[in-house]
């Protein structure tokens, strides 16, 4: 699904056959989840192959590795450019891209001596579908912000992520949709939550949530749009009182949300505030007027 017999990754600064790679089954990442990845996209605009906010990607990656005490040897303006690099010799132009940071070997809970970077790509469409998704609420929460770096996306970090999502789907959602440990509206396992009410638009602060890249997109098209939108800690009742949500992350883009906890919201998608950002996204990441 990911790769096949031409499949070419980026290896610490080589390229080679995804196929033909290896790596340390030693690995502190392997065993502990200590490594850090981040997910990106490329999108074939009218202005050729464009990696949508490469520099704040790779930012956020060292910025993840610094907080967990990972070593970053690497710049972030070459890491671009091998990017892009891969890109064209696997022909691919709608592409998600996946860096990774992981550790040497190291059987000990301390700190590594030493890291691999490794950067592979697929064609891969929108991650949670286009149809508008039904959310349970989640019995898992969020790890306490006390209990580990929330703003770093680690790679442990997402068997949280994953119980989550499985859980949600052994029940026959499409998604699920998690609060914090004080019983707040946190994010779904892979991407934050906007709600409106009243043609103004909500979302959880900060502090509980991966604050992703899409995110703070979605408050530049505000700006620009003039919609008004506020962060703070909100409850499920909030939520199931709003007009209508959705969801937005890299991978998962902006899609909107018909249900949560089986609660339809009133509003018609298509004259929702989600769905003007939803054109407006995809017309900022095609590069078009």
């Not at 992981?102 to 949670?128: D, H, Q, R």
């Not at 991966?210 to 009742?237: A, D, H, K, M, W």
Request: include cysteine; charged fraction near 25%.
């Amino acid at each position: 699904m990911y790769f096949n017999e031409q499949t070419i990754i980026l290896l610490n600064g080589n390229f080679v056959k995804a196929e033909e790679s290896k790596t340390d089954l030693y690995s502190q990442t392997l065993h502990y989840g200590y490594g850090v990845f981040e997910g990106i996209r490329a999108y074939d605009t009218i202005n050729g192959v464009r990696i949508f906010k490469a520099k704040e990607h790779y930012e956020r990656l060292k910025k993840s590795c610094e907080l967990i005490n990972i070593p970053f040897n690497y710049s972030v303006e070459e890491i671009i450019e091998q990017t892009y690099k891969l890109l064209e010799i696997n022909n691919f132009k709608d592409a998600y891209i996946r860096p990774l940071i992981f550790c040497s070997p190291n059987m000990s809970l301390t700190k590594p001596t030493g890291v691999s970077l490794m950067i592979c790509a697929w064609e891969w469409g929108a991650y949670l579908g286009d149809n508008l998704l039904n959310l349970c609420i989640s019995s898992y929460c969020r790890p306490h912000p006390r209990s580990t770096k929330i703003e770093a996306k680690v790679c442990g970090h997402y068997v949280n992520s994953i119980l989550a999502t499985s859980e949600a789907k052994f029940k026959g959602f499409d998604e699920a949709l998690l609060l914090d440990s004080d019983g707040f509206l946190a994010e779904g396992p892979g991407s934050n939550l906007f709600f409106e009410k009243n043609e103004k638009l909500h979302t959880p602060k900060r502090g509980n949530i991966l604050p992703g890249i899409t995110r703070s997109t979605v408050f530049e098209l505000c700006g620009n749009l003039g919609i008004q939108i506020e962060e703070g800690s909100y409850l499920t009742e909030d939520l199931l009182k709003a007009d209508s949500a959705f969801l937005c992350g890299t991978a998962a883009e902006i899609v909107g949300i018909n249900s949560v906890a089986y609660k339809t919201f009133p509003l018609n998608w298509e004259k929702s505030l989600g769905k003007k950002l939803q054109t407006e996204y995809k017309n900022l990441v095609l590069e078009k007027d």
